[in-house]
């Protein structure tokens, strides 16, 4: 409530804005005459944008406060795509913790709360990873690294990229002779890391296409997914161990808990802790695209080269987003589908 005026008397008109034109949603503060059985929350749109009115009552018989928001469409798309990423880092964060409560779960029953200490304390990932060098990229993925002078273009389009992303260092590009094959692949972090690019995908993609490609695997390392999926990978590893060696002494000690609710847990803890694996990759594929989004501001690049993706590797065209959501095999991808990489695509850029 609102009590307003000076002397019992009220006036009218704009008593307060806040916000800078052009740089994100304008709040203004203005008192109106009341209108009979109004609503006191309403929606306007066109095509500059949104206004939101809120009438609030005053005090003052006949006068309300009008609170009026007004936002641009590209305010409502940046904050859509602020949302889509706070969602995504936290659904990141419950499929971690997931797989760490399931983990202590398996050390718990293998030895009581000592146990679950240990599972835990194993399933921390060491930091050793692979070493991004010429001759490391070469023996194990039979990759070349390439060289601005071989090709300006594709270097630039890198560095311009990197230099949205604010990253630090750019990452070392490397083409795979893999014939038939169109991908890419993007290893390590922000601090080292490097893009693995098919020569079928340089030769088919055209640069808007490249850059969105690009974009996306910029997006996994400014993410920092690599670090994120090393540690699902430790996680679920010490989960298989311990789930086997729970059952084992549940067994050894001729525990009817073996044939129970407990045994039914440590059997079923492995499939558990990749299912969680396999979403938390979902879900950094998901961000990954808005990142390349942010980075390229151009949807169509990016919708194009998936739909050139999904030809190569189905050999058919985007599936309708309403038969992927009733696929049960969804959920055993690591990639989310085509369809709904593109719709979550389209509904974030403006």
């Given at each position: 409530?609102?009590?307003?005026?000076?002397?019992?008397?009220?006036?009218?008109?704009?008593?307060?804005?806040?916000?800078?034109?052009?740089?994100?949603?304008?709040?203004?503060?203005?008192?109106?005459?009341?209108?009979?059985?109004?609503?006191?929350?309403?929606?306007?749109?066109?095509?500059?944008?949104?206004?939101?009115?809120?009438?609030?009552?005053?005090?003052?018989?006949?006068i309300?406060?009008?609170?009026?928001?007004?936002?641009?469409?590209?305010?409502?798309?940046?904050?859509?795509?602020?949302?889509?990423?706070?969602?995504?880092?936290?659904?990141?964060t419950?499929a971690?913790?997931?797989?760490?409560?399931?983990?202590?779960?398996?050390?718990?029953?293998?030895?009581?709360?000592?146990?679950?200490?240990?599972?835990?304390?194993?399933?921390?990932?060491?930091?050793?990873?692979?070493?991004?060098?010429?001759?490391?990229?070469?023996?194990?993925?039979?990759?070349?690294?390439?060289?601005?002078?071989?090709?300006?273009?594709?270097?630039?389009?890198?560095?311009?990229?990197?230099?949205?992303?604010?990253?630090?260092?750019?990452?070392?590009?490397?083409?795979l002779?893999?014939?038939?094959?169109?991908?890419?692949?993007?290893?390590?972090?922000?601090?080292?890391?490097?893009?693995?690019?098919?020569?079928?995908?340089l030769?088919?993609?055209?640069?808007?296409e490249?850059?969105?490609?690009?974009?996306?695997?910029?997006?996994?390392?400014r993410?920092?997914?690599?670090?994120?999926?090393?540690?699902?990978?430790?996680?679920?590893?010490?989960?298989?161990?311990?789930?086997?060696?729970?059952?084992?002494?549940?067994r050894?000690?001729?525990?009817?808990?073996?044939?129970?609710?407990?045994?039914?847990?440590?059997s079923?803890?492995?499939?558990?802790?990749?299912?969680?694996?396999?979403?938390?990759?979902?879900?950094?594929?998901?961000?990954?695209?808005?990142?390349?989004?942010?980075?390229?501001?151009?949807s169509?690049?990016?919708?194009?080269?998936?739909?050139?993706?999904?030809?190569?590797?189905?050999?058919?065209?985007?599936?309708?987003?309403?038969?992927?959501?009733?696929?049960?095999?969804?959920?055993?991808?690591?990639?989310?589908?085509?369809?709904?990489?593109?719709?979550?695509?389209?509904?974030?850029?403006?």
């Amino acid at each position: 409530m609102f009590n307003l005026g000076w002397g019992g008397q009220a006036w009218l008109g704009e008593i307060g804005r806040c916000g800078v034109p052009g740089s994100g949603p304008c709040i203004s503060f203005t008192l109106v005459p009341a209108i009979p059985y109004s609503e006191p929350l309403q929606t306007s749109q066109s095509h500059a944008g949104t206004t939101v009115d809120v009438h609030l009552a005053t005090g003052q018989p006949g006068i309300v406060l009008r609170c009026r928001i007004d936002a641009s469409s590209r305010d409502l798309f940046r904050l859509r795509r602020e949302i889509h990423r706070l969602v995504n880092h936290r659904r990141s964060t419950w499929a971690i913790a997931g797989m760490v409560v399931v983990l202590a779960l398996c050390g718990w029953v293998a030895d009581g709360a000592d146990g679950a200490r240990r599972a835990v304390a194993g399933g921390i990932p060491s930091s050793d990873g692979l070493a991004i060098s010429r001759e490391t990229m070469y023996r194990w993925f039979g990759a070349r690294l390439l060289h601005p002078s071989y090709m300006p273009g594709l270097f630039n389009i890198l560095a311009d990229v990197c230099r949205r992303a604010r990253l630090a260092r750019m990452p070392d590009l490397y083409c795979l002779e893999a014939p038939s094959n169109m991908n890419a692949y993007a290893l390590g972090g922000p601090e080292g890391s490097a893009i693995v690019l098919t020569h079928e995908l340089l030769r088919s993609m055209t640069p808007c296409e490249i850059a969105g490609i690009l974009a996306h695997e910029v997006g996994h390392i400014r993410n920092n997914d690599a670090w994120a999926m090393n540690w699902a990978s430790a996680l679920h590893q010490a989960i298989e161990w311990n789930a086997w060696v729970g059952l084992a002494r549940l067994r050894a000690r001729n525990d009817s808990a073996a044939a129970g609710g407990l045994g039914m847990l440590l059997s079923a803890a492995p499939t558990i802790s990749r299912l969680l694996c396999l979403a938390l990759s979902r879900i950094r594929e998901l961000d990954a695209d808005a990142t390349a989004l942010e980075l390229t501001d151009d949807s169509q690049g990016l919708v194009a080269a998936l739909e050139k993706l999904e030809r190569h590797h189905n050999g058919s065209p985007i599936l309708l987003a309403a038969a992927v959501e009733h696929d049960p095999m969804q959920f055993l991808r690591s990639h989310p589908a085509t369809s709904e990489r593109v719709g979550t695509l389209l509904s974030l850029a403006h």
